[in-house]
């Protein structure tokens, strides 16, 4: 069964997994860019996922890997108006990837549930108020910069304490607009603003932003930084990167994971939950 909104937002405390599934509608994502383009395509993709264990669908139609520019509202509707009724209607809770407010607005009017903000309501003045009059759930994510420019020397005296306190501020102004802490995912941003040590030392302490008092959710999934230990060069040949951090990170108190691999992912976190869970025999 999928996971409900409440179960979503409650996860930190339960310790539910919760496994969103990455469904790119762009020409240009760094890992599957083009694959998912057409709506037909876009669709099955999405219904596949729901049925390899997906409990969120986080529909993207503007790529923001590193160098990237960024599209318009119009151009991100065009590509998502055939695409996200259909997904809406698959059982998952679904969770649209942009930081523009008319895109979201138009999300939420197609049955999304989550707005997964990258720039964390730092992009667009309106999404906050957005997120408060619809009573919509948030992913707030830290990202240092712009894509287009983020992986130019990026620097930190602290990267964990700098993203928490990031974090913190974004959840003060969230609050401040009107949308409750309740409602509230906060996400380190892996990639976004930062290098592989940073990215690990993120990982590693993922446990000082659980103590935000928020779901943690972290997309390390096929990510460079995760090829770099196996020299995969191919973002397609990092699963098993991608499914070393993911347990890891739900050592440490995530329990949200944003993943291109869900039946992968599934599989995983059920024999690390099993092997956790062993009884004494
Ligand atoms: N990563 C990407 C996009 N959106 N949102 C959150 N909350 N956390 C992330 O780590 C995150 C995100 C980048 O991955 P992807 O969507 O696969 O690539 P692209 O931006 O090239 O479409």
């Excluded at 040590?197 to 779901?215: C, T």
């Excluded at 059920?270 to 009884?279: D, F, G, R, V």
Aim: net charge neutral; aromatic share 4%.
């Amino acid at each position: 069964m999928s996971a409900t909104l409440e179960d979503i937002l409650h996860s930190h405390r339960t310790g539910r997994a919760v496994v969103v599934g990455i469904l790119n509608v762009t020409p240009d994502s760094f890992s599957d860019g083009g694959q998912f383009l057409s709506p037909p395509q876009a669709v099955a993709r999405a219904k596949a996922m729901v049925a390899e264990g997906a409990d969120v669908i986080d529909v993207g139609a503007e790529s923001t890997r590193p160098g990237s520019d960024r599209l318009g509202p119009a151009e991100q509707i065009a590509r998502l108006q055939d695409v996200l009724p259909a997904v809406a209607g698959l059982g998952a809770a679904v969770s649209i990837d942009t930081t523009s407010a008319q895109v979201a607005a138009f999300a939420l009017d197609c049955g999304a549930a989550i707005l997964n903000d990258i720039s964390a309501g730092r992009d667009d003045p309106a999404m906050f108020a957005l997120a408060a009059r619809r009573g919509a759930a948030m992913v707030l994510m830290h990202m240092a910069g712009q894509p287009k420019t983020m992986q130019i020397e990026p620097h930190y005296d602290d990267v964990v304490v700098e993203v928490r306190a990031f974090l913190a501020e974004r959840i003060a102004a969230a609050g401040a607009a009107g949308v409750p802490a309740e409602r509230l995912i906060v996400d380190p941003g892996l990639g976004f603003g930062k290098r592989t040590e940073h990215n690990l030392a993120l990982l590693a302490g993922l446990d000082k932003l659980a103590e935000l008092g928020r779901p943690v959710m972290v997309g390390a999934s096929r990510k460079r930084f995760i090829g770099q230990w196996t020299g995969a060069s191919a973002p397609a040949d990092r699963l098993g990167g991608s499914l070393a951090a993911c347990l890891l990170a739900r050592r440490r108190g995530a329990t949200l994971f944003r993943v291109h691999d869900v039946a992968a992912t599934v599989g995983a976190l059920k024999t690390a939950a099993a092997i956790e869970n062993a009884q004494k025999v």
